[in-house]
């Protein structure tokens, strides 16, 4: 299926929609302030070693200094991996290998959290687009994630691999990455010489740049789509900023350069993301209902632990007979449940609840359809079947924050539940709280502040009760509207 690739940028953020037939079916989204260090190499300058702790603090010139524990050290992971061979790994305590003002080859593995500073490990691991280079190791891998039987297979071609590309004897260590399962060796040893090439990039920087400098910054999102986003069946790649064309022009020639020609400058007067209506798709996707073009509709809800989608009939009622009508339903909602995966990047548990069928020949096509969407997607799912309540499980590899994480936050006044109480409800525990006070305090008055909704209740349907409670506690209660509450929210003060 032929795709194209557009990208808006502003120095703020920049936004990337994937778009097959005509409707996105993937954004990324990226945002200048809020840019992670993970990844990030830099020559660090060892502060402090805390020989109690076993662990130093290293300044890399951020705010604060950075944390290195003795196991993240290249030496104790060498150590860790001798050990693993069945020989004796010796233990050197974290002060015998490093010292107070040396310069440290160091990358973030740990993005700074509150008070902590960021989390280093001197093992430099690059990323590419199949491959994962260890320069400092020799150790050939597989991700543990491909299946058991195709890895010695795939570990012995990397090896070859590596072996011709190697440079003064030394091929480094690499990791086939999940996403490089089905690669080809053309695209292998493309991926091989880029990760060399940035590797020696970083060792010379970090010869002629003085401590704390920044030797290496992950990809940037612009970047990350030839690398990442790219393939053989991409058609155009089209950008609305001349300047970042050219920045990206230069990259792919240099790093990709299947990719340069598929770049092209988008100067149109209507803001590129209108082509397609991505901001309106993109609208759709934070909501709950997803309105299918036969008349259905499907109800999303993402929880902390799974994301369930509910399928529903609504109002189409076109086929020949029931049967038939739940089975069109069901066909369309399994594409447009893959595609819904892919434009919210929603992953881990999926539970998808197809309305039921009685005909197993339907069940097994509707199947077949939801597995053939779901190939189109670059990130690996994994589809069980129907369960014994006739529900589809399924999962779909977690690989950045989902849209709604991304662009929403909890509603302040729910905190995310999605519901409030209601007045009454709020009403009663304020009685109850005022009934809880007066057996511990002795004020003079109560005076009960709350959103204009519930002092109304109180003043009108409950004003017998709270003047048989203010009776009860001997204690005059006064109220006070206050608009800039939200219904939940009461405060009871003691005068």
Request: net charge negative.
């Amino acid at each position: 299926m032929q795709q194209d690739i557009l990208i808006n940028f502003s120095p703020q953020e920049t936004r990337v929609a994937i778009v097959e037939t005509g409707a996105v079916q993937e954004l990324h989204v990226e945002r200048s302030l809020e840019r992670g260090l993970v990844g990030n190499v830099y020559l660090g300058k060892v502060a402090r070693v805390l020989p109690g702790m076993q662990s130093a603090f290293i300044d890399i010139g951020l705010e604060r200094a950075a944390f290195l524990h003795v196991a993240d050290l290249m030496s104790s992971v060498a150590a860790r991996h001798a050990d693993d061979k069945g020989e004796p790994a010796p233990v050197v305590p974290i002060e015998k290998q490093v010292f107070e003002g040396q310069s440290l080859l160091v990358q973030v593995i740990k993005d700074p959290i509150g008070t902590k500073g960021a989390r280093l490990s001197s093992q430099i691991s690059i990323a590419g687009r199949l491959l994962v280079f260890l320069p400092q190791d020799q150790h050939i891998g597989v991700s543990q994630k491909i299946p058991f039987e195709q890895r010695e297979a795939l570990r012995s071609r990397l090896q070859g691999l590596a072996d011709a590309a190697a440079v003064d004897g030394k091929t480094g260590g690499f990791i086939l990455r999940t996403n490089g399962e089905d690669a080809n060796d053309a695209e292998l040893s493309e991926d091989i010489a880029y990760l060399r090439k940035t590797w020696a990039r970083i060792k010379e920087a970090s010869t002629r740049l003085p401590p704390k400098s920044l030797l290496h910054q992950d990809l940037s999102l612009l970047q990350r789509v030839l690398r990442d986003l790219v393939s053989e069946t991409t058609q155009t790649i089209r950008i609305d900023s001349a300047e970042q064309f050219k920045k990206l022009q230069t990259f792919g020639q240099e790093f990709m350069p299947s990719a340069v020609d598929k770049l092209q400058l988008y100067k149109g007067e209507r803001p590129i993301f209108d082509l397609f209506n991505i901001d309106e798709e993109v609208g759709k996707a934070l909501g709950r209902r997803v309105e299918l073009k036969s008349g259905g509709y499907l109800i999303v809800d993402q929880t902390e632990a799974l994301t369930t989608v509910d399928v529903n009939t609504g109002g189409f009622v076109g086929a020949r007979n029931f049967d038939e009508t739940i089975f069109k339903t069901n066909l369309e909602a399994a594409g447009a449940i893959a595609r819904q995966l892919r434009l919210r990047n929603l992953g881990g548990i999926v539970i998808a609840d197809f309305i039921d069928m009685t005909r197993e020949d339907h069940r097994d096509a509707v199947l077949a359809e939801f597995r053939k969407q779901l190939a189109r997607d670059r990130v690996k799912t994994m589809v069980s079947g129907y369960s014994a309540l006739g529900l589809v499980e399924m999962t779909r590899k977690r690989t950045r924050e989902s849209l709604a994480h991304m662009l929403c936050e909890p509603c302040p006044v729910c905190d995310g539940k999605g519901s409030v109480k209601t007045a009454r409800t709020v009403t009663y525990d304020i009685l109850r709280e005022i009934l809880r006070e007066a057996r511990q305090f002795n004020p003079r008055e109560f005076r009960v502040i709350a959103s204009p909704d519930v002092i109304d209740i109180l003043l009108d349907e409950e004003s017998q009760h709270l003047a048989g409670l203010s009776d009860f506690i001997g204690k005059p209660i006064s109220l006070q509207a206050e608009g800039a509450m939200s219904q939940e929210q009461y405060d009871i003060v003691l005068l």
